[in-house]
């Protein structure tokens, strides 16, 4: 580059330019229309995010990782942040002249740099729908601060917040730059909506239910921001190139809030077997001895589980869906890890095995793979989901407790597809109406495992100390000694 | 490092099984595929892994960042990992292993990663510096060190308390050079019973003492509201006992060369390493022919550690570019800021295969100076982007920020 320039993002790959007020790595200082609409829209995401985000602690100081390039250098760089001025950037993973359309009719095809014309309709509302998520769930978590069993939990928090600030910001650039006066208006319209909002709620079903306590938050990011993993991960494999490397970055920044639910639940899990060692109890079903020390008893985090993991199965939509089809074949959407399954990605004469209500039972059938598209994520969600759920049982093993946690079947309380006018049970056994309301309290979290849970949520803002239902993680953050002030409560 | 131990022990890049959530960002960020997956584990395979550290930072569990030393021939199979569901414990393998590592012990291993973590790369010393000893004193096995002295070398009054400490080693050996550290074991525990963690702080003096011959060394440590470690350090009397570890870090050291150009950009007490090498080489090799220059960031000169003692250090031996942020009635300067102001010095220098360019402050500057060289570089038709991994590779890159 022999050219001098104050235009950093003509800087080597990767670098972001902080001189426009929107940080970024897509040029915008020489995209003046996108450039403007995004300063437009800017006002209004700040004004949403104090009176939506993070209730009480919009002045103190957060320590944050900031994406300040997109190499592996360059992307958790760690400091004291107060939110409202964390610097929420559109960032896009580097571009590779070379990527082709994977999947689908255009299979081989150069990568799509514009929308095609045919298909506007079907990726605005792809990216309206995820879009739509991200700031729902800043808004489903905004209290929860108050209850902070730790400051290291409310800084993962705070991160998991401003992080999916930052991914409403990524697919609000996409409306932005690619599909004109209808992209403003939808990226207007992820500001308006609410989660759990009777006249505006949010586009899907999980993200409008409330997030009461933190064992909520940690199974809300190990189960339901793992569908938005696999959803990520489905759209990078988009033949439309700016959407699959939005997701490829977006998906990076996904893997902090796995972590946050999988440590979250298991740190909890670890609590629990600890304090019933140390009361000599052994049947992890005493619940009045186990709930006397002030710890979650096993069998109200698998309800917890049961719950959490059917809502959020909801999300994959219909196991047979023309609509998920014409995505994959229009090469929109793919599947989980599309490149690295060994078949034609085209689908057209396959067949996948599909769980469906037939005949008064649920039985696999063979359906065409494309129809099955939605099917096939939700398998691999699910395999995905065991793997976590294996670890807790590790940490119950290793506790020397008989007690093992399981995902219930698919067919237990859904809301969406083949089983939603069904009940069964989690086991998958088939009920009536009256039995399942009768039984519903053993599986799914009841008034007094809820109240029971809200007596615990006790703030423990200490330095170094944790709340006695939670066990200290094993490294801290940014390789942070025990005692770090991770959030500045008090100052500012 | 002898060669001996090189061929025959490797440090071990390993995954903690146990706080791993195999989310496969390791493996997606892997520039040369060494890490790997089954059904049970994420790996690392050791022919592969080249140490680039690429992963470290991305990881959001801090799984990533863990080694074991062990016999190369001896190294832990991909297949023996995935059977894993914790980590071995580190083999006993005697005083040889130190000398293959910067240090054995984790802790220390992870907070110089982290501190060296800029360079972007895997770190390598000037070829011509001397061989450091590392890791002679552990936590088990610490030093101790008597308080010699404990000076404020900020005004009086200002916000920050940065203080010039002096320990005393008295007959036990504790071998450093410029660019090392120590650890300080802070008394007492943590609000969870275990030990505080070690604290790593920049010797701040020359490798024959901060008196000549006087087996002592200088720190700057300024004190943290609430930092445990800077509060015990800043509140020592003269005559207190201190327990130390160390020294660690082998490749921050300065170049031997009497031509090697020095560069050295810092704020705050990321000066400690460059107080220690402008002493070297006023006391080695006062009329050598290699450049020394200083960018030097503070918000005023009251703040700015060693203010006073640097305007003696004559030009000739330390070109002194001192720059501040927070002076009424001027404009903000920050040592990037000075840096671009140079750029034509800076440029000749960055053309020199003899110069050496060291960062040393809080993690907040790094990209502020990186971007500043990466101008001045594109100003002169030179390329940042593959200068630096050249100047790493022949150890004249280095980056050192906490």
């Not at chain 1, 571009?95 to 095809?109: L, Q, S, Y």
């Not at chain 2, 006993?92 to 005083?95: A, M």
């Given at each position: 580059m022999t050219q001098t320039t104050s235009?950093?993002?003509?800087?080597?790959?990767g670098a972001v330019d902080y001189t426009t007020k929107i940080p970024n790595n897509v040029n915008l200082a020489s995209d003046n229309r996108v450039l403007k609409a995004l300063e437009q829209w800017h006002p209004g995401y700040i004004d949403w995010w104090k009176t939506m985000?993070?209730?009480?602690?919009?002045t103190s100081d957060v320590y944050l990782r900031t994406a300040v390039s997109i190499d592996p250098k360059g992307w958790a760089k760690f400091d004291y942040v107060k939110m409202p001025e964390y610097r929420w950037g559109i960032l896009l993973a580097p571009?590779?002249?070379?990527?082709?359309?994977?999947?689908?009719?255009?299979?081989?095809?150069k990568a799509w740099n514009e929308v095609p014309g045919e298909y506007r309709a079907m990726l605005r509302r792809l990216v309206v729908i995820q879009g739509d998520t991200e700031p729902a769930s800043v808004e489903q978590q905004r209290f929860l601060g108050k209850t902070a069993p730790s400051l290291y939990d409310m800084r993962n928090l705070f991160q998991i917040n401003v992080e999916e600030g930052r991914h409403l910001w990524a697919m609000v650039y996409l409306l932005h730059k690619y599909f004109g006066k209808d992209g403003r208006e939808e990226a207007d319209g992820l500001l308006q909506r609410r989660s759990g909002?009777?006249?505006?709620?949010?586009?899907?079903?999980a993200f409008n239910?409330?997030?009461?306590?933190w064992l909520s938050l940690f199974m809300f990011t190990f189960f339901t921001d793992r569908d938005g993993k696999m959803q990520l991960e489905s759209l990078a494999q988009s033949g439309f190139d700016p959407m699959s490397r939005t997701c490829r970055f977006m998906l990076t920044e996904e893997a902090h809030h796995m972590f946050v639910g999988e440590t979250g639940v298991g740190r909890t899990i670890e609590r629990t077997c600890e304090a019933m060692k140390a009361a000599g109890?052994?049947?992890?079903?005493?619940l009045p001895r186990i709930r006397a020390l002030g710890v979650i008893d096993l069998p109200t985090i698998q309800k917890k589980a049961n719950l959490h993991y059917s809502l959020s199965l909801?999300?994959?939509?219909?196991?047979?869906?023309t609509n998920a089809a014409n995505f994959y074949n229009a090469g929109l959407k793919g599947r989980f890890m599309e490149t690295k399954i060994?078949?034609?990605?085209?689908?057209?004469?396959a067949t996948y095995p599909v769980l469906k209500y037939i005949d008064g039972q649920i039985r696999t059938v063979d359906e065409p793979a494309l129809t099955a598209i939605n099917m096939r994520l939700r398998d691999d969600y699910s395999k995905d989901c065991q793997g976590g759920v294996s670890r807790w049982n590790r940490i119950i093993e290793k506790a020397g407790i008989k007690f093992a946690l399981t995902l219930p079947n698919?067919?237990?309380?859904?809301?969406?597809?083949?089983?939603?006018?069904i009940e069964a049970s989690p086991e998958g056994k088939l009920l009536t109406a009256e039995q399942w309301m009768q039984a519903r309290d053993q599986w799914l979290p009841s008034k007094a495992d809820g109240d029971y849970i809200a007596s615990l949520m006790q703030p423990c803002w200490e330095r170094g100390k944790f709340a006695n239902w939670i066990a200290a993680p094993k490294i801290g953050i940014d390789n942070k000694g025990g005692d770090f002030e991770y959030v500045k409560v008090h100052r500012g | 490092m002898t060669l001996a131990t090189e061929a025959t022990l490797l440090k071990q890049h390993l995954i903690d099984p146990e706080v791993c959530?195999?989310?496969n960002t390791c493996e997606a960020t892997c520039p040369v595929g060494a890490v790997t997956h089954d059904a049970n584990n994420y790996v690392v395979d050791p022919e592969k892994?080249?140490?680039?550290?690429?992963?470290i930072a991305p990881c959001?569990?801090?799984?990533?960042d863990n080694w074991r030393v062990v016999a190369r021939a001896k190294s832990y199979s991909v297949n023996e990992q995935f059977g894993w569901n914790e980590l071995p414990k580190q083999d006993?393998?005697?005083?040889d292993a130190a000398a293959a590592?910067?240090?054995?012990?984790d802790e220390v291993e992870k907070l110089l990663a982290s501190a060296h973590a800029?360079?972007?790369?895997?770190a390598v010393a000037p070829l011509s510096a001397s061989k450091p000893a590392i890791?002679?004193?552990?936590?088990?096995k610490a030093a101790a060190a008597a308080v010699q002295g404990n000076f404020r070398i900020?005004?009086?009054?200002?916000e920050s308390d940065i203080r010039h400490i002096v320990l005393s080693f008295g007959a036990t050996q504790f071998p450093v050079l410029e660019g090392q550290s120590i650890g300080i074991v802070p008394p007492g525990v943590q609000a969870n019973g275990k030990p505080h963690d070690i604290r790593l702080y920049s010797v701040a003096s020359a490798r024959d003492g901060e008196k000549r011959n006087g087996n002592n060394v200088g720190l700057t440590i300024k004190r943290v509201q609430n930092g445990v470690g800077s509060n015990y350090m800043c509140d020592l009397k003269v005559g207190d006992k201190v327990q130390a570890t160390g020294p660690f870090g082998a490749t921050f050291l300065m170049p031997n060369d009497a031509n090697a150009n020095v560069v050295m950009i810092c704020t705050g007490t990321g000066s400690a390493p460059f107080r220690a090498f402008t002493e070297r080489r006023r006391r080695a090799?006062?009329?050598?022919p290699g450049k020394f220059v200083l960018f030097f960031g503070a918000r005023t000169p009251e703040e700015l550690p060693y203010f006073g003692p640097l305007q003696k250090v004559p030009n000739a031996i330390l070109e002194k570019h001192l720059v501040f942020?927070?002076?009424?009635?001027a404009d903000k300067e920050y040592v990037q800021d000075r840096v671009r102001k140079r750029a034509d010095d800076v440029a000749a220098l960055l053309a020199s295969a003899q110069t050496h360019i060291y960062i040393c402050g809080l993690k907040g500057m790094e990209n502020g100076v990186e971007e500043s060289l990466a101008d001045v570089c594109r100003k002169h038709g030179l390329d940042w982007s593959k200068l630096k991994p050249d100047m790493r590779a022949q150890g004249r890159f280095h980056v050192e920020t906490y």
């Open positions: 235009n950093m993002s003509a800087s080597p790959a985000g993070p209730e009480g602690f919009q571009e590779d002249g070379e990527r082709r359309v994977n999947f689908g009719a255009h299979k081989g095809e909002d009777v006249d505006k709620p949010r586009m899907l079903g239910e409330e997030t009461p306590d109890i052994e049947d992890p079903f005493d909801d999300l994959f939509g219909s196991e047979v869906s060994e078949d034609d990605h085209l689908l057209t004469g698919v067919a237990f309380n859904r809301a969406i597809g083949e089983f939603k006018s | 959530i195999r989310c892994c080249n140490f680039c550290l690429d992963c959001p569990t801090g799984s990533i006993d393998l005697g005083d590592v910067q240090a054995v012990e800029g360079t972007g790369g895997k890791n002679l004193y552990r936590r088990d900020t005004a009086a009054g200002t090799a006062p009329g050598a942020s927070r002076i009424s009635g």
